[in-house]
């Protein structure tokens, strides 16, 4: 089936196993099924859609609503939500279902469910067992940490996103149980590395790319099990630690230019057109464990899905998600699972919740529609509950008038977020300028939290080149960034962290830091590009401008493994 992005209007097909998948996620009511329809947007614009409910790092001091203590909240002030600090929300001091409403069936769905997310209480950070760590979003069980996100099981790490499992770790994208690492991506079982990219069991190793298994390697790219390399050529124990010790990476100039050397050295080498591994009948990258699944990105553990970014499994027969953990049968939802059965459009929807749909926030919640902010809700609508019954009739009904007003099966409006484009991973993967976003009918937030007053400013230009000459004070700097002109401080654990490890100062706001990082990984997506090796033709998320030199996965293989 062929169809027209009614955003974009660019052509895409819907194939005949996901018109059998809408009809396994759709819902029955009074004995009746009923028919999700096949999206009208394009892969890219329900991933839009989608990632403009992820606000993950956007962190704003306010209040609590419920108590009127200070809070950190992913939500700015000038939102129209309020927002409750978690031990509140989680309590018994208010009741969501105080907020239900009956249908309007004289009025859309939509505008009516905006109404009731805007006025419920949100909750102010989604973590769950964080010590000690009150700056992070998306985490779990996590201690001594500061500005990481989606991370779980980590301890004593500043600046990270997506890590699993790691200790010690600071200015880090995607890694798996690693400790001492600094300014790397992608990185799995790694110790005491700094400024390397996929690379695995790595101990002691700098600018390394496509790496494994590899000891004290310095500008290496695709090497497995080697020890003491330099730029891929062997060197005796003694000459490679006088050629690295000659290099002085306390030194931010020194560093500067390993960066740039690098940057032009890896371009020699080829790389893997994708990061598919211990997987059958699979496309995408920095996927793993999983069969019979498609265009799906830093996921493990999935059966029978496609377009998906963010998953943890078991997963079984999802489509359009982003953000799960332990779901089947998830349709265009965020943050869904633990476990989750039959899911469609949810934002937030978790902890053992099945047959949910167009529901916000709503843990534990089963049989509901059209919620917000609703702790084990059952046979809801709009937060008001019903008897089974009823809320089959009722549901039944409230279809048949989406339906009429076209509402049914879409993707949930991007107006309906709490959050605007630019506060998004939507604008991280898919930037536009605040004209384009407005135009495809996206928020814009002109809101800029106040900037800190009290210290020392210092130009980021005016810093230290060595660590070594950083003084005790340098804590009460406020540094103006290089390429944004944003303040941002040193914390006193950062710069105990820089000097036992000889690091200098960043010159960069975490914000461009990250933003630097992210630019190093692949967009979650799949280009046609002709492998260089073979002439082969291959899918991979290298799209065809980028400068590297791709080859097939069998090729890749064929030649370092």
Request: hydrophobic residues 30%; proline residues 6%.
């Amino acid at each position: 089936m062929q169809k027209s992005c009614r955003i974009c209007q660019s052509q895409y097909e819907i194939p005949p196993e996901d018109l059998d998948f809408y009809d396994r996620v759709s819902p029955t009511y009074r004995g009746q099924k009923y028919m999700i329809p096949p999206p009208d947007l394009c892969r890219d614009c329900r991933l839009k859609h989608l990632f403009v409910w992820r606000n993950e790092r956007g962190l704003h001091s306010r209040k609590c609503d419920l108590t009127g203590e200070p809070i950190i909240s992913w939500i700015s002030p000038d939102k129209p939500q309020p927002v409750y600090k978690k031990e509140a929300w989680w309590s018994d001091k208010w009741e969501a279902r105080d907020y239900g409403r009956d249908i309007d069936f004289s009025r859309p769905f939509f505008p009516q469910l905006k109404e009731l997310i805007d006025e419920v209480p949100w909750l102010d950070l989604l973590v769950d067992k964080t010590f000690n760590s009150d700056y992070a979003n998306f985490c779990n069980n996590i201690k001594d940490c500061y500005l990481v996100y989606a991370t779980n099981n980590s301890q004593d790490c500043y600046y990270i996103s997506y890590m699993w499992g790691c200790n010690d770790c600071v200015d880090c994208v995607q890694g798996f149980d690693s400790e001492l690492c600094y300014e790397c991506n992608d990185i799995s079982k790694c110790y005491s590395c700094q400024y390397c990219r996929n690379c695995v069991n790595c101990q002691d190793c700098k600018f390394c790319e496509n790496c494994q298994g590899c000891t004290d390697c310095f500008g290496c790219v695709n090497l497995v099990g080697k020890k003491y390399h330099y730029m891929n050529q062997p060197l005796s124990k003694e000459d490679y630690e006088k050629k690295v010790n000659e290099i002085k990476l306390d030194s931010y100039e020194q560093v500067q230019q390993g960066k740039e050397f690098f940057a032009a050295h890896r371009l020699k080498h080829p790389m893997r057109a994708s990061r598919v591994t211990q997987s059958e009948n699979c496309s995408g990258d920095f996927l793993k464990n999983s069969k019979n699944t498609h265009d799906a990105f830093d996921t493990s553990g999935a059966e029978d899905c496609k377009r998906m970014w963010l998953g943890s499994g078991p997963l079984k027969d999802c489509q359009d998600v982003i953000g799960v953990e332990q779901t089947e049968l998830g349709y265009a939802s965020v943050v869904v699972g633990v476990p989750s059965v039959k899911t469609a459009f949810c934002m937030y929807v978790w902890n053992g919740v099945n047959d949910v749909y167009y529901s916000v926030l709503s843990p534990g919640s089963k049989n509901c529609f059209g919620c917000a902010g609703l702790h084990k809700g059952r046979y809801s609508i709009l937060n008001k509950k019903y008897s089974k019954e009823e809320y089959d009739v009722m549901a039944a009904k409230l279809i048949e008038h989406m339906k009429e007003t076209g509402e049914w099966g879409q993707f949930l409006p991007p107006e309906l977020s709490p959050f605007a484009y630019n506060e998004t991973l939507a604008n991280e993967f898919f930037p536009l300028s605040r004209e384009q976003a407005q135009q495809e009918g996206y928020k814009w937030s002109n809101y800029e939290a106040p900037n800190p007053q009290i210290g020392e400013f210092k130009s980021a230009t005016d810093l230290p080149d060595s660590i070594k000459d950083v003084p005790d004070n340098a804590i009460n700097w406020i540094i103006k960034c290089t390429v944004t002109g944003k303040p941002f401080k040193i914390t006193a654990q950062e710069l105990k962290y820089y000097r036992e490890h000889g690091l200098p100062l960043p010159r960069k706001h975490p914000d461009q830091r990250h933003k630097e990082r992210m630019a190093f990984r692949n967009p979650p997506k799949l280009y046609d590009r002709t492998c260089a090796k073979t002439g082969a033709p291959i899918k991979t998320a290298y799209s065809p401008d980028r400068p590297e030199i791709v080859w097939s996965e069998e090729a890749y293989l064929k030649e370092f493994y």
